[in-house]
């Protein structure tokens, strides 16, 4: 008997400030060009104040809960991937827990920065699949420009604010149902690379959250490299071919990062979910963000391939190849 995660809900939530490339170049030498050109990025959604990472998740969670059809008492995990929790403790799931009015289960913090949602999803499919969790919430949520340096223009232009959650549920049997799901989840990190994307503090090193540091060059080639080696292992693992994946949905970091995984795969631009434009990079949010635009809006079908892949500070990287 195959036990499945299968995805039955997907929430998105976006802060209601949108910032342009064009407000930014009057704060900071850039200009809209530069940005475009570089990145593709167009405008950001920033949290207002007092708005913090865990009213996103908990908007996009209580949306995925509504559109699964699954109440929040039937939950019984939730692995919240997130690099600015509210507080340094407790887990911005236990916030998240207690809003949707859970009094059961277990609720905790993934940190794996931008690669966070692969990590959670690899994390609750894990434990669905030993039976240790039977209905699960996989949230990748951030208020990521709370720790930017805004007179940084290398890295404050290219981040943005944002949740969004995933429903797993566990479904046993043969047939079809083997077959929906995740169907893997491949992870990877190598700490040799912390100094190419780290934050400058933290609460053991300097008891302030600290600001966004990056090697941008050097973490666009890492990036190209790992996540290409990623989406091989994903695919030889499922004995599966490029022209097998219906939708590519890449960490939204870069549009050019995003194109040139979209080459290597020989996938055409109408099978690429692409939210960098209007979403920046909302780190830990931004797979499930482009996951949950693309279902809500029909593209993706039920039965169809995903190949999901993200790489983040750390260094981390990982794909996931789910069967909607
Ligand atoms: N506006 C205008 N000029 C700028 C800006 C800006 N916002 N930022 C940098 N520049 C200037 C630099 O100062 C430099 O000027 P100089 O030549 O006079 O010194 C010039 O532009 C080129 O700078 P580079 O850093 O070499 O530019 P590059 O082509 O590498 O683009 C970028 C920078 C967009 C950051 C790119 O390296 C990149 O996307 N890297 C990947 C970063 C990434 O994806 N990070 C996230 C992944 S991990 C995660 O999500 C946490």
Request: neutral net charge; proline residues 3%; glycine residues 10%.
């Amino acid at each position: 008997m195959v036990v499945r995660s299968r995805v039955v809900g997907c929430g998105g939530y976006l802060p209601a400030r949108v910032m342009s490339n064009a407000e930014l170049a009057q704060r900071i030498d850039t200009t809209d060009e530069w940005i475009v050109q570089r990145t593709g990025i167009r405008q950001r959604h920033v949290a207002a104040e007092g708005e913090l990472t865990s009213d996103l998740a908990y908007h996009a969670s209580r949306q995925a809960l509504e559109r699964a059809g699954v109440s929040a008492s039937e939950i019984d995990l939730i692995v919240l991937a997130t690099t600015t929790p509210d507080e340094t403790f407790p887990a911005t799931a236990t916030r998240v827990q207690a809003r949707l009015g859970m009094t059961g289960g277990a609720a905790f913090d993934v940190q794996a920065v931008c690669t966070g949602f692969i990590y959670g999803l690899a994390i609750a499919d894990n434990f669905i699949k030993v039976g240790q969790a039977k209905t699960a919430l996989v949230i990748g949520a951030e208020t990521f420009t709370r720790i930017l340096d805004w007179n940084d223009r290398g890295t404050c232009v290219l981040f943005g604010d944002g949740a969004g959650t995933v429903v797993l549920r566990a479904e046993s049997g043969q047939g079809t149902v083997k077959d929906r799901g995740v169907l893997s989840t491949h992870l990877h990190s190598d700490g040799r690379e912390h100094d190419l994307l780290y934050v400058d503090g933290g609460p053991s090193s300097t008891g302030t959250a600290g600001h966004v540091k990056m090697v941008g060059k050097e973490v666009f080639r890492h990036a190209v490299s790992k996540l290409s080696s990623v989406i091989d292992e994903s695919l030889e693992k499922n004995a599966l071919t490029a022209d097998a994946v219906d939708w590519l949905i890449p960490h939204q970091a870069n549009k050019r990062i995003i194109d040139s995984m979209a080459n290597r795969l020989k996938l055409p631009p109408e099978k690429v979910v692409s939210t960098v434009e209007r979403h920046a990079n909302t780190s830990a949010a931004s797979v499930p963000l482009a996951m949950c635009a693309a279902i809500e809006d029909g593209r993706i079908r039920p039965g169809q391939l995903l190949l999901l892949e993200a790489i983040g500070g750390g260094l981390t990287w990982g794909a996931g190849l789910v069967r909607y």
